[in-house]
Nanobody, 120 residues
Framework: QVQLVESGGGLVQPGGSLRLSCAAS????????MAWYRQAPGKQRELAAI???????NYGDSVKGRFTISRDNAKNTVYLQMNSLKPEDTAVYRC??????????????WGQGTQVTVSS
């Protein structure tokens, strides 16, 4: 099994910044994909950012140019640097990790979610 621990959410004023972290532990041989999704009240879950094992990234249209996803493979950790935050960025952010264990078994895990609130 894989466990994910998220941190870094909170309340921030519009225009401010936050950095989310998600650390993976457990039965991990390789991490293929690490991503951040978000879901605002009354809205569908959407992809914020994703980073692949080769370091390539992709972003949701609404966060391009403001958010940066990165990963530390030595720590099995993914980060989401969020700048120029807007009230519409308010949501629960959850990390998603796709892993392979020592037996070649693939699995997908979700973090518990961290609240980000952008308000004055």
């Amino acid at each position: 099994q894989v466990q994910l621990v998220e941190s870094g959410g909170g309340l921030v004023q519009p225009g401010g910044s936050l950095r989310l972290s998600c650390a993976a532990s457990g039965s991990i041989f390789r991490i293929n994909v690490m991503a951040w999704y978000r879901q605002a009240p009354g809205k569908q879950r959407e992809l914020a950012a994703i980073i692949f094992s080769d370091g390539s990234t992709n972003y949701g249209d609404s966060v391009k140019g403001r958010f940066t996803i990165s990963r530390d493979n030595a720590k099995n950790t993914v980060y989401l640097q969020m700048n120029s935050l807007k009230p519409e960025d308010t949501a629960v952010y959850r990390c998603n990790v796709q892993t392979v264990n020592g037996f070649g078994y693939r699995s997908e895990s979700w973090g518990q979610g961290t609240q980000v609130t952008v308000s004055s």
